[in-house]
């Protein structure tokens, strides 16, 4: 059985990730409630939680935890998903750190929900960097 890449989802269901990437719960519920366990571990993944990476390791969806990495920009990450020929990933991760060849790529072969996906994601990394520097965000250790 090959397992479905995130442009196999349906569109209704890909609204609901961005949502759950978004950090509303009702679209995380969704996703869990409907029998997405994956793209709401990715959706956590993306905003960097680590019981979620481990969730997607354990439940054999090694490329999406390690999509989540390559949004991040770890080289590593990248090179796993070109060594195993997930180039849509790479496209998509490209385009979640705001690389608009990647998001034209997207618009040309008329997948803009994809497009939305990068935007929100963009975002959520936006917010997560404005945190990590934020002295009212700063934890004591």
Do not use: H
């Not at 029998?35 to 990476?53: F, H, K, R, T």
């Not at 390690?66 to 990933?89: H, M, P, Q, T, V």
């Not at 998509?92 to 608009?100: L, T, Y």
């Amino acid at each position: 059985m090959q397992k479905r890449l995130l442009k196999d989802y349906p569109v209704k269901i890909l609204l609901a990730f961005g949502g759950a990437i978004d950090g509303k719960k009702k679209f995380m519920n969704f996703l869990l409630q409907n029998g997405y366990p994956e793209l709401a571990a990715l959706a956590s993944a993306i905003n960097s939680d680590v019981e979620a990476m481990k969730w997607l390791m354990k439940n054999n969806y090694p490329e999406l935890a390690i999509l989540s990495n390559a949004i991040d920009g770890e080289e590593e990450a990248i090179k796993w998903l070109k060594k195993n020929n997930l180039i849509f990933y790479i496209i998509f991760a490209d385009a979640c750190r705001g690389v608009e060849k990647a998001k034209g790529w997207f618009i040309f072969y008329k997948l803009e929900i994809f497009v939305r996906l990068s935007e929100i994601t963009q975002e959520v990394l936006k917010r997560q960097q404005r945190n990590a520097w934020s002295p009212y965000k700063l934890r004591r250790r």
